[in-house]
């Protein structure tokens, strides 16, 4: 945050949005969005019936009519689109802070095009639905390491060289991905739409598949927030705290990317999720990191699940498409307040 | 009632007589286009255009053809110039073609012009354009009456399998896949039409549109007797779609690629494309 004003970063916790409360209200808001996700949809289910659905899931019994739309399609949709949120915002606060940079997201180092390359790929070779993710994963994980190689200093990973590298290494892939759709006769509506992002078709097995990928790298992120509000101080300030700045550097991406890889390789390239909501809770609920991060995850969850229902019920049709509309203009927001 | 319209669209184009050049026609990209003299060097941009000039015995005058172009065998053979996206507009130009043929998307006609070649926009995107934009093609190149006789024979033939599906004493309700994502069809595209003429009651409402993105979940919930479009593997391995009736009975069948490829272009194959249709659908009336 330190291109703007050093002061926002060093600024407290807000008083009114502090401990219990927050709390609360937080939880609050995600269950309430997981309750409106899992109610509605395209086809109107009473209330009642989703709640006898959802009984009769927990218990394992017998599924019929209404209750598998409630228990295998909307509430793994749902729970896929907290995952996803909650993993691009965590992981957009920590690229944030690891680079003091307001304008990084997580897909700074190459994930995005990384993992549409892996999609394309497996889309335009024709193999099984199911390989999409696994071959997104992979090349996802692939980028980033190219784009690490190529901005290493010895042991250091200057800031510039990582973001510039990762602009690089994005644009190729990028450029890659488009040549195999322009050869890829009528597949390009398939790739288009996993590049927009949706949350469709997301079954159980894919939420436990996304879930390890998201805890991890997530888990990691909190653990590492003091060290990351350390290093609002600069790197110098913060090596002479005894912060190890360069390994901490590291580490923040690979967990951030791990994240933000497995989420994306199965829900496609979600734009702006993971720029906005920490700016969101930064002003909401103030610059320390570990405060940050948590309340990024769960406004980050509850919104993504907020824009698919919208998604799912509109003509808008898809996720993407619904955070980057809302999101494209608070991105220019922020930068006019950049200028000033 | 599609006859009706048919016979129309027959009696709205007159007589069949030769084509008087210069001819000035308004295209499907709205523009006044005029044709100096009959077409000799052909360039066809899109794969149904290309089959209806084969059709009617045009296909020596082709030139150049979209990289899609795969049908009749002889287009094989003719020159590959990109397709409405990505054309490869010097081979086109060097090609010398005094007529080029594009549908309404892409930009290949700006540039085209400008070079002072002459392009026509022809989009049959409906079930009556399929016949009223062949008709028109016929005029342009100056076989008219072969594009008459070529849309009766085509109305004939449909309405040969049409007679048999009305006779089916069920009518199985379908969704129709063309793309994973998923999308379907709705029952005004041209092949949502087709799908009813086959014998299917589509899942898809009209309020939906043409070629909509579906939510799993309508598709649960109307819990079609078939699917078409997709593999039964696919299908059973979807989020709560193993119970569905048509997963369960079986009745779940991935078009092949000739099939697909001859619902999917508004050509002279309509009719064959919809009795093999009717025959995945209907197999009982074809023994």
């Known amino acids: 945050m330190s291109t703007g004003t050093p002061a926002r970063a060093a600024r407290p916790d807000r008083p009114w949005a502090a401990g219990v409360p927050r709390t609360l209200g937080l939880a609050a808001l995600l269950v309430v969005a997981v309750i409106l996700g899992t109610g509605l949809g395209s086809v109107t289910i009473p209330p009642g019936e989703v709640v006898g659905a959802l009984w009769r899931g927990v218990t394992g019994q017998e599924l019929a009519g209404n209750d598998v739309i409630v228990w295998s ?18 992981s957009g606060g920590a690229f944030q802070g690891v680079f003091r940079n307001p304008l990084a997201d997580p897909y700074l180092l190459g994930v995005a095009s990384g993992s549409a390359l892996g999609a394309t790929l497996a889309v335009v070779l024709d193999w099984p639905r199911a390989m999409i993710p696994l071959s997104a994963l992979v090349t996802a994980l692939g980028a980033v390491a190219v784009t690490l190689a190529l901005a290493r200093e010895g042991r250091r990973f200057p800031p ?9 290494v994005g644009s190729v892939l990028s450029a890659a991905s488009t040549a195999l759709i322009l050869r890829g006769e009528d597949r390009a509506r398939l790739v288009l739409s996993y590049t927009l992002g949706d949350l469709g078709f997301s079954g159980w097995r894919d939420v436990l598949t996304v879930l390890p990928y998201v805890a991890l790298g997530g888990g990691v992120l909190l653990l590492l927030a003091r060290a990351l509000d350390t290093l609002q101080l600069g790197d110098l300030t913060a090596r002479s705290l005894g912060v190890p700045v360069e390994r901490l550097r590291l580490l923040v991406v690979l967990s951030a990317s791990v994240a933000t890889a497995g989420a994306v390789a199965y829900v496609g390239i979600i734009g702006f999720v993971g720029l906005i909501v920490p700016h969101i809770a930064r002003l909401a609920f103030g610059a320390r990191h570990r405060t940050l991060l948590l309340t990024s995850a769960a406004l980050g969850g509850a919104g993504l699940v907020l824009a698919d229902l919208l998604a799912r019920t509109t003509v808008l049709s898809q996720v993407g498409i619904v955070t980057t509309l809302l999101g494209g203009p608070f991105f220019l927001w922020l930068l006019r307040r950049q200028r000033d | 009632m599609k006859i009706l319209t048919l016979t129309t669209t027959l009696a709205l184009a007159g007589s069949a007589a030769a084509t ?25 941009l899109l794969p ?22 795969d049908y009749p065998a002889q287009v094989k053979n003719v020159a590959k110039m990109g397709d409405l996206y990505t054309p490869n507009i010097e081979a086109i130009v060097a090609a010398k073609p005094d007529l080029v043929l594009v549908s309404k998307y892409g930009k290949v006609s700006e540039t085209l ?24 093609l016929g005029r342009v190149v100056n076989r008219e009456a072969a594009a008459k006789a070529l849309v009766t024979t085509m109305a004939r033939d449909i309405a040969k399998t049409e007679v048999l599906t009305r006779a089916a004493v069920n009518k199985p309700t379908a969704y129709f896949e063309i793309d994973p994502t998923p999308y379907s069809i709705g029952p005004k595209s041209f092949m949502g039409v087709l799908l009813t003429k086959a014998g299917a009651r589509n899942i898809i409402p009209e309020s939906m549109g043409d070629f909509p ?3 799993p979940e309508f598709i649960v919930k109307a819990n079609p007797q078939l699917m078409l479009g997709v593999d039964r593997k696919t299908a059973a391995a979807r989020p709560g779609w193993s119970g569905l009736n048509a997963v369960k009975s079986g009745r779940v069948i ?21 009795r093999s249709l009717a025959r995945l659908i209907h197999p009982e009336l074809f023994r």
């Open chain 2, 254 to 274: 991935a078009l092949p690629v000739e099939l697909s490829s001859s619902l999917s272009r508004p050509g002279p194959r309509l009719p064959a494309a919809l």
């Open chain 1, 160 to 168: 510039t060289r990582l973001i510039l590298s990762g602009v690089v």
């Open chain 2, 113 to 136: 012009t400008q070079a002072g070649i002459t392009v026509f926009a022809l989009n049959p995107e409906t079930y009556d354009e399929v016949f009223s934009k062949l008709l028109t």
């Open chain 2, 213 to 215: 993105k579906v939510d």
């Open chain 2, 48 to 69: 149904s255009t290309s089959e209806t000039l084969c059709a009617l015995n045009l296909c020596e005058r082709l030139v150049g053809v979209d990289q899609y172009s």
């Open chain 2, 20 to 44: 008087t050049y210069p001819l000035t026609l308004t295209d499907d990209l709205n523009r006044r286009v005029t044709v100096k003299a009959e077409p000799r060097r052909i360039v066809s």
């Open chain 1, 73 to 90: 399609i909307r509430l793994p949709r749902v729970v896929m689109g907290v995952l996803v949120g909650a993993a691009l915002s965590v």
